[in-house]
């Protein structure tokens, strides 16, 4: 269900069954001519647009004003809006504080933006990250008083932790796309992959006719097709499902 259509009823339903909240997360940036300027955004809405049709979670509105890179092309006139992860960083721990207030525990942000080394992060994802972390141990030091983790009663961390009580758990950041559908569908810039994967989440994004093959890192969306991207979609969405359990 999408939060800003929700009830407050829908809402208290979502928190007692735990169900995923889902945040997409991305950026507006140039991606060659052929393709709309919100690429790496609208994959990870999409997706999860279908997902909710499929099992219960919440969507939340999507933050697109990312950390965009002006390394692809000078701001002026191509639409690029860059915005430094100093800054994301606030947004970020403000809303997942009132996330945690509000009762919500199985909070996921997903990203496509540089995320072809996610491991290492890059900088939209490492200010979500980090204000995830943070934010965490501000709430259990708020909530529990200080020296929460030396008390008795969390003798069995440890072992709770591996029973999945871990309350770090709570707030997770991942790629839209796994390592493992990454290696078959490798990650791209308006290219093969990327196209041909807005071809199948967002077609109204490409257009073809526009394709101007001088840009090097566009040159294999030449080959683009509807059929790759609905394999890949397949598969994006089989283990988007996998990470949030349904």
Request: with cysteine; charged share 25%.
């Amino acid at each position: 269900m999408r939060y800003e259509l929700m009830f407050p009823h829908q809402i208290r339903k979502a928190i007692d069954e735990n169900w995923p909240i889902v945040l997409p997360l991305g950026v507006l940036e140039y991606h060659g001519e052929h393709c709309v300027n919100g690429v790496d955004t609208l994959l990870v809405v999409r997706a999860f647009e279908a997902l909710e049709k499929e099992m219960d979670l919440v969507l939340m509105p999507a933050f697109w004003y990312g950390a965009a890179s002006v390394a692809v092309g000078p701001t002026a006139a191509s639409g690029t809006l860059p915005v430094r992860a100093e800054s994301i960083l606030p947004f970020a721990k403000e809303l997942f504080t009132q996330l945690l207030k509000n009762g919500f525990r199985n909070i996921h942000a997903f990203v496509h933006h540089q995320s072809e080394n996610f491991k290492a992060g890059m900088p939209t994802d490492l200010a979500f990250r980090f204000a995830a972390r943070q934010i965490i141990f501000d709430f259990l030091d708020r909530e529990k008083g200080e020296g929460w983790w030396g008390r008795e009663e969390m003798r069995h961390y440890y072992a709770s932790r591996e029973a999945g009580a871990d309350p770090f758990s709570w707030i997770s950041v991942h790629p839209l796309m796994a390592e493992e559908v990454q290696k078959k569908y490798p990650i791209d810039h308006a290219g093969l992959q990327e196209t041909s994967l807005m071809m199948a989440f967002c077609p109204e994004g490409v257009d073809m006719a526009k394709f101007d093959s001088k840009l090097w890192y566009c040159e294999t969306g030449a080959s683009a097709s509807l059929a790759y991207g609905q394999e890949a979609r397949r598969e994006i969405l089989a283990s988007l499902k996998k990470t949030l359990g349904g």
